[in-house]
């Protein structure tokens, strides 16, 4: 049987299911299968997930052998579901899959954990379901200690507008991302990290693949969940923590020019923590020295 490495950096090989598999670069469990080669295949050229973006999906941190915030991934993901009419696996499932895989990993390496399901090679199900973990990229560590620069892009819609239209999907993540990497690659051709989404009003939304969460004197703010962004769940975790910090909490709209007023800015994901931004359209800013506090708070550094 296998065991968990105590070494994170060691190419230590399992042998799980009749296959070999490294423990420290993926590993791979499908519903229904178990533990499979990583390098296997496991969507059809025909799954609606690949032809469409049609599925759903959650990201989170393993840190100490432990998927972090599993509970409020698990919630938002059925959520998801719910919203997609896809009939995704249950809880218990999905506690499955990743107690399958974090079983495979060491228990001294950082990892990212995803959970997805696709509707599937047919609009009537079954559904493609898995879990893939992986180790969490240099970059995303770097952005976590060093900061980013973003620049400010509309998302073409007024800032209520998917509140209004339930078929737009939001607060829903969705596998459709091609739109989110694709404004992500703009903004690294403009010399920064990362985007926030604007309203074609003026209101700040979300980044591609995080909240915004800004301070001001003894508060920390987010925008409402009712104008379609994502619920965050490493948000409102850390919200949950910020009054054993001395902060208020509270969500409002913001253009970006209270950002740029705003005593600190971060943008705040499951992965990558809370990476303090330090420039906005190449306006540079400072934290005030905070986000040494926020990183306490989700246990990041």
């Known amino acids: 049987m296998s065991q968990r490495s105590g070494d994170g950096r060691a190419r230590k090989w399992l042998r799980a299911g009749g296959y070999a598999q490294p423990m420290t670069e993926r590993v791979l469990a499908v519903l229904g299968t178990g533990l499979v080669d990583p390098a296997r295949p496991i969507l059809r050229a025909d799954d609606l997930g690949a032809l469409r973006g049609d599925g759903i999906f959650e990201s989170m941190l393993v840190r100490a052998g432990e998927p972090w915030l599993l509970e409020q991934h698990l919630a938002r993901l059925s959520r998801s579901a719910l919203r997609m009419d896809l009939a995704a696996p249950s809880a218990a499932d999905w506690r499955g899959l990743a107690v399958a895989v974090t079983a495979q990993w ?21 559904p493609t379901a898995y879990a893939i973990l992986s180790a969490v990229p240099a970059e995303t560590v770097r952005q976590r200690r060093q900061g980013i620069r973003v620049v400010t892009r509309s998302l073409g819609l007024p800032a209520q507008a998917r509140r209004d239209a339930p078929w737009l999907l939001g607060g829903v993540k969705s596998t459709s991302y091609a ?17 926030i989404w604007l309203s074609i009003d003026g209101g700040v939304l979300e980044g591609p693949t995080a909240s915004v969460v800004w301070a001001v004197d003894s508060a920390l703010y987010t925008i409402p969940a009712e104008t379609g962004i994502l619920d965050g769940t490493t948000a409102a975790y850390l919200f949950e923590q910020a009054p054993d910090l001395g902060f208020d909490t509270g969500t409002r ?12 800015v971060w943008l705040v994901s499951s992965v990558r923590g809370a990476a303090a931004v330090r420039a906005i359209d190449g306006r540079e800013r400072g934290d005030g020295g905070l986000t040494e506090r926020i990183q306490t708070a989700l246990a990041l550094s």
């Open 106 to 126: 060491p228990v001294d390496g950082d990892g990212v954990l995803r959970l997805v399901c696709t509707r599937g090679p047919d609009a009537d199900g079954p």
């Open 179 to 195: 739109v989110a990497m694709a404004v992500i690659r703009d903004a690294r051709r403009h010399d920064a990290d990362d985007v």
């Open 253 to 264: 709209f913001a253009t970006i020019a209270e950002l740029h007023a705003a005593d600190a």
